[in-house]
């Protein structure tokens, strides 16, 4: 599977981007796509996870009310729609794809995810 995430940018506090992430290749063994964004000098952090076949969204509590990820099968195609965005949200955004029947827990951990695109630049102004 080959992911490809695009949609990041310059963006003043309280706006808004979304970002999208495209799969091709073996799709149909994907079983969840998420989210991930590391800052510079931090980990890499959960942000978002949905379930490719089966209804089931998770976010992490720093982005909750404020993104929403979404899917489109058709597409094979992941988005995160950020709004509000605050200058800590400034980070190198990281789609992924785990395989197989996964469960939340196993979502919210990079370590589980089989598929990385590359980042994508997000920066929040103040």
């Known amino acids: 599977v080959q992911l490809q995430a695009f949609g990041g940018g310059l963006v003043q506090a309280g706006g808004s981007l979304r970002l999208s992430c495209a799969a091709s290749?073996?799709?149909?063994?994907?079983?969840?796509m998420g989210w991930f964004r590391q800052a510079p000098g931090k980990e890499r952090e959960f942000v978002a996870a949905?379930?490719?076949?089966?209804?089931?969204?998770y976010y992490s509590n720093s982005v909750k009310g404020r993104f929403t990820i979404s899917r489109d099968n058709a597409k094979n195609t992941a988005y995160l729609q950020m709004s509000s965005l605050k200058p800590e949200d400034t980070a190198v955004y990281y789609c992924?794809?785990?395989?197989?029947?996964?469960?939340?827990?196993?979502?919210?951990?990079?370590?589980?995810?089989?598929?990385w695109g590359q980042g994508t630049q997000v920066t929040v102004s103040s």
């Open positions: 290749g073996r799709t149909s063994s994907v079983g969840a």
């Open positions: 992924a794809a785990q395989t197989g029947n996964p469960i939340m827990s196993s979502m919210l951990l990079e370590t589980k995810y089989d598929y």
């Open positions: 949905i379930k490719w076949r089966a209804p089931g969204t």
